[in-house]
């Protein structure tokens, strides 16, 4: 039994010094390709809260080859990062949802890249057959994988209503293979979706903290052209507070056990298209306020823990 936080939390900074023993920072990058979600292999129009960008609105151009995409990501960071290292993280739509020749070149092609520490996935459970797990067991042994998996809820009733298009077992499954394969597996985990209470978010926070190395917390947004901000516009739902999230991070941190590292807190989404909540577009402020209230709850940063590959 993983054992429980107990006043502190692991976060990804300190996860990453431990690791590497330098300064990481992540590029968003684009691998070129779509979601069953949307090109009528599951269904059509995506979750009905992903961005017309397939949630990967700050990822660089998909027209570009991989080493000039992350050439582009040092220029955007390089005031703040100096002799470190990166990830290489594939964030907008399905990225193992491609040929396997394709998918092999493309996470080449990135690890090839000298300073590029570790290379990280975003998909879906659902995309993740035999061969594309094997392909990534064969490239963790080179530099860490990463696979960032699209949970977003535990609640089979709320995963129908955004349109997930796979149910609960199905990313249970994937969570287990690829961590028995030791590849480092983090799920993404939405706050604030339509109709669920805190009850409901910290059961799918719990059920992540048995079944994954790491955490995405990401508070709802809703965006311009998507079916979510239809709803909100018909009044279907409110968007939690900033007091309200504030809160249910805190709680959501104390559930986790003390090895799971948190990725995020919260997240952007892009100012031009965000409809609801206003206030998170003041990040800064989230942040600070957010850390007033962990440091008021006295849950801390961990200080010894073992790095994880």
């Keep these: ?67 000039e995409q992350i050439e582009q990501g040092r220029l955007r960071v390089r005031a703040k990062i100096k002799d470190g290292l990166y990830i290489a993280y594939f964030q907008s739509f399905t990225t193992t949802y491609m040929p396997l020749c394709r998918l092999s070149k493309l996470i080449d092609d990135a690890m090839n890249c000298r300073d590029v520490a570790a290379v990280s996935l975003g998909t879906r459970p659902d995309c993740l057959p035999d061969d594309v797990v094997d392909l990534l067991a064969r490239a963790n042994e080179r530099k860490p994988v990463w696979v960032e998996l699209g949970l977003q809820t535990a609640n089979e009733r709320t995963a129908r209503y955004i349109r997930r298009g796979y149910e609960l077992p199905v990313y249970d499954a994937a969570a287990a293979r690829l961590r028995a394969h030791g590849i480092n597996t983090i799920a993404h985990v939405i706050l604030g979706l339509p109709g669920e209470t805190a009850d409901d978010m910290l059961a799918t926070v719990r059920r992540v903290g048995q079944t994954a190395d790491g955490i995405k917390l990401q508070l709802l947004h809703v965006l311009r052209n998507t079916d979510l901000a239809a709803d909100y516009a018909a009044g279907r739902f409110e968007t939690l507070e900033m007091s309200e999230y504030i809160d249910i991070v805190c709680r959501c941190i104390e559930a986790l056990p003390e090895d799971v590292v948190i990725h995020r807190l919260t997240g952007d989404g892009a100012k031009r298209d965000l409809i609801a909540p206003l206030w998170s577009g003041d990040k800064k402020r989230v942040l600070n306020a957010l850390g007033s209230e962990l440091d008021r709850r006295g849950i801390r940063q961990g200080r010894h823990h073992k790095a994880l590959r």
């Design 1 to 67: 039994m993983r054992e429980y936080t107990n006043g502190h939390y692991y976060s990804l900074n300190q996860y990453l010094r431990e690791t590497f023993g330098c300064k990481v920072y992540k590029l968003a990058l684009s691998g070129g390709y779509t979601c069953p979600n949307r090109d009528g292999s599951i269904a059509e129009g995506g979750c009905i809260f992903c961005s017309e960008g397939g949630s990967g609105d700050f990822a660089a151009s998909a027209g570009l080859p991989v080493p």
